[in-house]
């Protein structure tokens, strides 16, 4: 599977480094969940393990609703560095995302102890810095 211009496809990209890398759970926006069922069919063709999908909710712009990503330039990673350290920003996200109560400084690593899908936001969430 190739495009146009001679490059591999993503879908079979993907497939192909997931199994080689031995990818047992893959997490990602609810955007791409149509995705999953074209990489599994690949995955089913080429002999490989199937990973445990799981689509979460979106981040949304304040104007438009449309999600936030780099490739609309929605938020600029410059404002965020002036804004947030590496444990407030992680702390903010996970509080958003229904982790925590209120935005506490925190790892990735501390937020592991407590963690519980059923606790993680299903639905979309706006923005507000």
Same mark, same amino acid.
């Given at each position: 599977?190739? *495009?146009?211009?001679g490059v #591999? %496809? !993503?879908q079979?990209?993907?497939?192909?480094?997931?199994?080689d890398?031995?990818?047992?759970?893959v997490? *990602?926006?609810?955007?791409i969940?149509?995705s999953t069922? @074209? /990489?599994?069919m690949?995955? *089913? +063709?080429?002999g !490989?393990p199937t990973p &445990? !999908?799981?689509?979460?909710? +979106?981040?949304?712009e @304040? /104007?438009? $609703?449309?999600k936030?990503a780099?490739?609309?330039?929605?938020?600029? #990673?410059?404002e =965020? &560095?002036?804004?947030?350290d590496?444990? %407030?920003f992680? $702390?903010t =996200?996970?509080?958003?995302?229904?982790m925590l109560? &209120?935005?506490?400084a925190?790892t990735?690593?501390?937020?592991l102890a @407590?963690?519980?899908?059923a606790?993680?936001r @299903?639905d979309? /969430?706006?923005?507000?810095?």
């Amino acid at each position: 599977m190739r *495009r146009a211009d001679g490059v #591999f %496809a !993503y879908q079979l990209a993907v497939v192909v480094d997931d199994a080689d890398a031995g990818i047992t759970d893959v997490i *990602r926006g609810r955007d791409i969940a149509p995705s999953t069922a @074209t /990489q599994i069919m690949l995955q *089913r +063709l080429l002999g !490989y393990p199937t990973p &445990r !999908y799981r689509h979460h909710f +979106l981040l949304l712009e @304040t /104007q438009g $609703g449309g999600k936030l990503a780099k490739l609309h330039a929605s938020l600029p #990673f410059s404002e =965020l &560095r002036v804004r947030f350290d590496g444990r %407030a920003f992680c $702390g903010t =996200l996970a509080h958003v995302a229904g982790m925590l109560d &209120r935005p506490v400084a925190c790892t990735p690593h501390e937020l592991l102890a @407590t963690f519980d899908w059923a606790r993680v936001r @299903t639905d979309d /969430q706006v923005w507000l810095l």
